[in-house]
């Protein structure tokens, strides 16, 4: 069964880059799926932030204006997200996710989640 | 605030059924897209329950039931148990947002 574990800094000063991690075990990314993931401000609901397709294709939140990268490196098994200029609407629990190739896909595998805190 | 609407609670007794309605547009559950419930236990990751607007997930007992009609969906609970209290929420796609999108959220309370 896949797991996901995501990994990175618990805290972000304002206007600098927010960069997360996800290690992908008992899959490999490069076999299908998509790989992204979804965000959850302490107290809210879930917002999509964008995923990946092992190939390269991306698809981001418009919401968050370009300030999001996802980018995959196939030989780790792992994926990754930087989020630029972070501001403290930025501070949230990151999911990791797994989801099914379609233009809404279902997220089938999540990982724990890491709670990123953006604060001077 | 999000295009898809859920009421922030709902609550019923066990053995109860209980359902959470996610309301959407044209754009969104009005369109070809299906429509995915998650159900999230507290300080944990969301778990899938409904795909493909009607599926269950692997292990969701069948008690747990999706529908779509229009523009809106629905998840049904029957024979509310006291572990099914959790928050709930529906996902699915904009085309005039050009989003993945979900609903705000609906906390289940088992009386």
């Known amino acids: 069964q896949v797991q996901l574990q995501e990994s990175g800094p618990g805290l972000v000063k304002p206007s600098e880059t927010l960069s997360l991690m996800c290690t992908v075990s008992?899959?490999?990314?490069?076999?299908?799926?998509?790989w992204g993931w979804i965000r959850q401000p302490p107290g809210k609901g879930l917002e999509w932030v964008g995923h990946?397709?092992?190939?390269?294709?991306?698809f981001y939140n418009p919401s968050l204006r370009g300030r999001v990268t996802i980018s995959a490196d196939t030989s780790k098994n792992q994926f990754s997200l930087k989020v630029n200029s972070a501001s403290d609407a930025d501070t949230a629990v990151y999911f990791c996710?797994?989801?099914?190739?379609?233009?809404?896909?279902?997220?089938?595998?999540w990982g724990q989640g890491t709670l990123v805190t953006v604060s001077s | 605030q999000s295009v898809l609407t859920q009421p922030p609670s709902v609550s019923g007794a066990p053995g109860q059924t209980v359902i959470i309605s996610c309301a959407g547009s044209?754009?969104?559950?009005?369109?070809?897209?299906?429509v995915h419930w998650y159900r999230q236990l507290p300080g944990t990751a969301p778990k899938p329950l409904i795909y493909?607007?009607?599926n269950r997930a692997s292990g969701v007992p069948d008690r747990f039931s999706g529908s779509k009609s229009g523009t809106s969906a629905s998840l049904a609970i029957t024979g509310l148990q006291a572990e099914d209290e959790a928050d709930y929420y529906c996902?699915?796609?904009?085309?005039?947002?050009?989003?993945?999108?979900f609903g705000g959220g609906t906390k289940l309370t088992v009386l």
């Open positions: 008992d899959y490999s990314v490069n076999n299908g799926y998509y």
């Open positions: 990946i397709f092992y190939s390269g294709t991306t």
């Open positions: 996902q699915s796609y904009d085309s005039s947002l050009t989003t993945v999108t």
């Open positions: 493909g607007n009607t």
């Open positions: 996710v797994r989801g099914t190739v379609t233009t809404n896909p279902s997220f089938d595998s």
């Open positions: 044209s754009s969104n559950i009005g369109t070809h897209y299906y």
